[in-house]
């Protein structure tokens, strides 16, 4: 599970090995200080037996440090160390077939410390009903995130009665379910906690002007993070945007209909807001002029917003002047460039992690985002026509505090790659991809330059490049966290590993899995992928 670090440090490897060895049958073992008359000596009769003296609390901590196998092994020992495993598990997540319902009160009597669980089920299978999900909220009352996918078989009824019965819930994530306004209606106005909300494909809403309004009920207090995708009408959650007061991130994406006026609503009534996602969104620059008004903006996402512009973006910088992360993808519409690029230069000297794909900046703006924001380190150019040796020697010879840098499908040339070698003094990375006239020369010469500069290359033939949502549940978003997942009528114990800290690493909300544009970002500043382990009942 990887929850603590283990306690067992204390107990060194001889003592361990005494403890196991004590319980073998066929070996005894005989010291060889001992005479011949002790030779029969059995060691099992006076070896101590650390393990048993250990408290169950101390066990437990060894055993969230134990790979997945092992943890499994261990929990088949005994009864007692079967029971410590189950009480010392906090996550769980369960294949939520129709066929689990029987099974639920032997889990949770094992498992009856879980407050994060996750019922998921295959596109293709029937799910969990509402009397499962009822008699799980009975169960799990202490229940603090649920992560639904899904569940096509849940209603209004089901959620109502769980959001009654899982009052201290904090994050709730549903994806490619079935209730509707009411269900959601129901967990805002219960869950006083709740504090992340994440919310993709929910088909339960009514389409039309006749949608119920959701929110913002008693959670709107407490909410911190909304992320919406793929929502046909996803405008009717605006009522608990407005109305959450406290909310620093909002995530749309891919969601219909015209954003500009809400966000204008919600500029007037939210002031906390200091991360804004916006993706394959129907927004321009009256919506970005309403963002403007976020005076505490850190992070900025414009993804495939083709309406905006460096109007927009120039209005945004004027008055985001604590701006820390701002990624841009054009979408080749060429409609934010230098302009725009020069006032975030000129009025965010705080900017730390800049990424722009199929935008075309020049050497004028680069030179002056180099020169003006000298806390600059990270920095990704993918898909423009526009950056080439002259550019990426600007850089090296601007950007002092640059530790990361990301050049993909731009015109650069072993060229730039030699201006690289004796400029960004900080520099610790460099990625270079679909860049053709780079070649493997250039970038051992790179290597050889700078001892310590780590060199990654790919000259692969260049691919369209996509900074979209996610396509459709392969991964779906929500809250992470590790798992179990129970093959219905299999109540063993297995485990295979994943791990989850890259989000934080990218000061990432952990709202969901990120999507591909986010990916994408973790990739280039070589965020490695550590999902956390996953255990197989």
Not at 226 to 253: D, H, S, V, W
């Amino acid at each position: 599970m990887g929850q603590s670090t283990s306690t067992a440090a204390f107990l060194s490897r001889r003592e361990f090995g005494n403890g196991y060895r004590a319980k073998g049958k066929s070996t005894a073992l005989i010291s060889p200080m001992l005479t011949d008359e002790s030779s029969d000596f059995d060691v099992s009769d006076t070896a101590p037996d650390y393990i048993s003296e250990l408290p169950d609390e101390c066990l437990a901590c060894i055993f969230q440090s134990l790979s997945s196998g092992d943890r499994k092994r261990c929990s088949l020992v005994c009864k007692r160390w079967l029971m410590i495993e189950g009480q010392s598990r906090h996550r769980l997540s369960l294949n939520a077939q129709a066929d689990l319902l029987p099974l639920i009160p032997s889990l949770f009597s094992r498992f009856d410390a879980v407050t994060k669980l996750a019922l998921r089920c295959e596109r293709r299978s029937v799910s969990i009903g509402d009397d499962t999900l009822i008699l799980i909220s009975y169960k799990c009352r202490n229940l603090m995130r649920l992560k639904l996918r899904a569940c096509r078989e849940l209603t209004d009824i089901g959620m109502e009665a769980f959001a009654k019965n899982c009052k201290s819930l904090k994050k709730l994530s549903c994806g490619s379910c079935t209730f509707g306004a009411k269900g959601m209606n129901a967990i805002l106005n219960n869950c006083a906690s709740l504090e992340e909300l994440s919310v993709k494909r929910l088909r339960g809403i009514t389409d039309g002007a006749a949608a119920e309004p959701i929110g913002p009920g008693v959670a709107a207090s407490s909410l911190k993070t909304i992320c919406l995708k793929e929502l046909y009408n996803g405008q009717c959650f605006g009522p608990l945007i407005m109305g959450a007061k406290n909310l620093r991130t909002l995530k749309l994406f891919r969601c219909s209909g015209d954003w500009d006026k809400l966000l204008e609503v919600i500029a007037y009534g939210t002031s906390c807001l200091v991360e804004i996602h916006l993706e394959r969104l129907q927004v321009s620059d009256v919506g970005l002029a309403a963002i403007s008004n976020f005076s505490n903006l850190e992070i900025l996402h414009l993804v495939k917003t083709p309406e905006c512009t460096n109007l927009g973006l120039v209005s945004v910088a004027e008055r985001c002047k604590l701006l820390r992360k701002l990624h841009i993808d054009g979408w080749k519409a060429n409609r934010i460039g230098d302009e725009g690029l020069i006032a975030v230069a000129k009025f965010c000297p705080n900017l730390q992690e800049l990424v722009l794909i199929a935008v075309n900046p020049t050497k004028l703006s680069l030179e002056m985002l180099a020169s003006n924001c000298q806390n600059l380190e990270r920095l990704a150019l993918c898909g423009s026509d526009t950056v080439g040796d002259a550019e990426i020697s600007c850089i090296a010879a601007k950007c002092i505090a640059l530790k990361k840098l990301c050049i993909k499908s731009c015109p650069v040339s072993d060229e730039g790659m030699e201006a690289l070698a004796s400029g960004c003094p900080n520099l610790v990375k460099v990625k270079v991809k679909k860049c053709r006239a780079v070649t493997c020369d250039g970038a051992d010469w790179l290597r050889a330059s700078r001892g310590t500069l780590a060199v990654n290359l790919d000259t692969g033939e260049p691919e369209p490049l996509d900074a979209s949502a996610s396509d459709g549940g392969a991964q779906e978003n929500g809250v992470e966290f590790p798992s179990i997942v129970v093959a219905a009528p299999n109540i063993a114990s297995s485990s295979t590993g994943r791990s989850a800290s890259f989000k934080s690493r990218l000061s990432y909300s952990g709202v969901g899995n990120p999507t591909k544009h986010e990916q994408l970002a973790m990739l280039l500043f070589g965020v490695t992928d550590e999902f956390s382990t996953q255990l197989y009942l």
